[in-house]
Nanobody
Framework: QLQASGGGSVQAGGSLRLSCAAS????????MGWFRQAPGKEREFVAA????????YYADSVKGRFAVSRDRAKSTVWLQMNSLKPEDTAVYYC??????????????????WGQGTQVTVSS
């Protein structure tokens, strides 16, 4: 299971750090991803980490502002979000799956999903 937390309300330009804690499995061999879904929109890719690489992958809309990292020992993945914008407002979900580079930005690349945490950025 995955448990996302750390959401909240901030003003534009502020920062938040989301956490995703895994239980029942370390998901050490899985790609870990972050997605978000705004009201009336489809769920979209935000960031991901492959299990065998330290390289992180980001959506163009968050590149340079967000950073994803993981602690395998603690089975936790973080999403550091800086310079937040009102358009970052959404429910953020963490996910785990056997996604490869060609599928890591797709919902279908992930098999396990957290419950979501709300991020609201006001202007």
């Amino acid at each position: 299971q995955l448990q996302a937390s750390g959401g909240g309300s901030v003003q534009a330009g502020g920062s938040l750090r989301l956490s995703c804690a895994a239980s029942g499995s370390t998901f050490s061999g899985y790609t870990m991803g972050w997605f978000r879904q705004a009201p009336g929109k489809e769920r979209e890719f935000v960031a991901a980490l492959r299990p065998t690489s330290s390289n992180a992958y980001y959506a163009d809309s968050v590149k340079g502002r967000f950073a994803v990292s993981r602690d395998r020992a603690k089975s936790t993945v973080w999403l550091q979000m800086n310079s937040l914008k009102p358009e970052d407002t959404a429910v953020y979900y963490c996910a785990a799956g056997r996604a490869i580079v060609s599928t890591m930005a797709t919902v279908g690349g992930y098999h396990y999903w957290g419950q979501g945490t709300q991020v609201t950025v006001s202007s």
